[in-house]
């Protein structure tokens, strides 16, 4: 194998021509593969299926702190998923709201009561002439479509091998008041899987905002979700840090159980200061009587404390592993010496994100539907759906089989490939 | 017995003294009850609490019409959720979303909805000078609190014992295009427990808004909960009224098995327009991925159909019936021939509703504490908190024991008589 870039015009066209040949071949198979969401694989979900049994009617429903999971009330959560997801995020209890089924909507209310009602007594947003947040790139999708959605302006931030540019960072947030916030996945971030190094951790904690009410929306969304037992990221504990820096009230941390128990009949949590939490409160107890707390009870008594999450999550990683090794080692042999793309290699997390030459990323993606092989849209990646470059694309291994994982992935190489090299050849 | 009016300055003197020792002993007792909420108590909870087997490791977790409950996606329900509870309150399936663990958090959504983006495509409400909802009073004090939040002007409308007064309705709806909805509990109404006639759905249905963004929040909570076999109110449809009346998406209708399976831990469900729904769902799609299908299903296995709902709740009749009859019947017996207070007999539903001489009902209240029994706060059924007759007391009977019941009834009605008497002999 030679870099693309290495071969003449006549390599060039000759490679177009069996590279056409053999995706000819390969649409004939008729696939139907998907790798465009992070969603967890059946047998992921199988793994959890004793906790259907664990609430049953010879249960107490009533919990040890007195609390009848039952019944209307206890807004902020029974106090036992409160440990258990502050344990999981090692943040104190007493920090901690549990939510229901998912995340993403505890995210999109944290946006809408600040849209509503403002942050801490701040003005509301919607009275605002102009809101700004800073989306590291590339990112996670529906984040974007949240800011989209209530009219913020999405500033790119580039998401470098430790985290977002913290000196862009820096000269937004503390040059200018109408930057409101940032949004981050930490730890295995979606989709590069990296993971944020202390000092950026450190440096994000100190910022010293222009607006009062700027906030970082720290996604804490794959906290425990390795994939290799000998290599574990670690993220430092962000309320600490802020705490430290004299900025308590300035990061809400979100997480949930959706890709540890059940995609969306997890439960959620957000952890952040006390005045952040009072506040929080203040328009909950309006909005609502209480989450679920029979499915807050079930968790507890399934995984018992974050010890318990985090064995369960070592059977996650054996399942996923070979499917992100499938696809890396795939990669590895077949585009490793064709200087034509990079991609991450993740500890953990649901992703790899894959760069392609400038301009091809769209082309692949579509040339893969036409094969069968569905990915997440190219775009999808940066704020407004709009890849400047439109070279990233964002890789979900974990919904097919290891198989089906191989061969979607052979699939992928020969469209990167083909598109590729026919644009290399054109351009030439 | 002698009606209260009709007493001498010295009899009531008499009496004052007489109840004033009777209260006395009744604080010494050192009761502790509360008929503040529309809880339901353990024994009807007790009910449901095979519903937490049916949904086991063994049960394929695929419904019928193809949808892992486990997973992620289905932003409207699962399909066989969404049958379940059209079949509940009788309209299309094709008209129901099914969402979380309560219907409170959808009707907020569905104001804070109209509040962000508008309704539909008209200006949103965060940008108008003002809005206004009529309040059919007395009412439900957490309907009340949503709208107080986002800053709306509630107007009370006198609840009449078949529905809201339909003039004054009529006269504000098609006259003030400020006024962007109305809050009705149409059933066993939240507190008085009267059911809207049929000509007042019909009248509802046939109005002719000033504002095109004008919408009935139809909170339909009692939909089932008939208490007597033989005596089971009737409501018409309101969707299927609106559409004869060419006022398709004028109307939201809200439900839940709050009441019926778990508080807090059921599943609800809104039913609207085809129009209505695709603007719901356009904003919903990012908001969230999906609420708790498993929930969902589970409410699915173990109820089936709407007649596994109804003879459920035929149970719950059972349970709730001595309560409400034991309230009463001490009503009836130590009230009835005083003529100092006025209270309802609903057929159905969680409440009475219980008026004081005018003036009165704070000072009850506040009695009934200091001697141990809670009830909702004086004023709480109106906008605002604010009884202009200090008059209206909801009376919460579902929560402690019939015994209880009894207990408290006793000491409300001793109450009612104490503050009634000392107020008629300092007016004297």
Known sequence: MKAYKSL???ELKALCEELEKAYIDVKGKGLNLNMARGKPSKEQLNLSMDMLNIYNPSVDPVTPTGVDTRNYGELTGIAEARELMAGMIGV???????????SLPIMYDTVARSYMFGVNGQTPWCKLDEV???????GYDRHFA????????MIPIPLLADGPDMDMVREYVEKDDTVKGIWCVPKYANPTGITYSDKVVKAMAALKPAAKDFRIFWDNAYAVHDLYEDKKDELLDILSECKMAGNENMVYEFCSTSKISFAGAGISAMATSAENLDWVKKTMTVQTIGYDKMNQYRHVLYFKNADGIKAHMAKHAAILR?????????FDEQLGELDIATWTKPNGGYFISFNAMDGCAKEIVAKCKEAGVVLTGAGATYPYGKDP????IRIAPSFPSAEEMAQAAEVFVLCVKLVTAKKLYENM
Chains 1, 2 share one sequence.
């Open 8 to 10: 003449t015009k006549e």
């Open 92 to 102: 104190p209890a007493s920090n901690v709201i549990v939510f229901g089924n998912a």
């Open 132 to 138: 700004k947040f800073l989306c590291p790139v590339p």
């Open 146 to 153: 949240i800011t989209e959605q209530f009219g913020v302006k």
């Open 322 to 330: 070979p499917k992100f090794d499938n696809v890396l080692k795939c």
């Open 389 to 392: 470059k439109d070279s990233n």
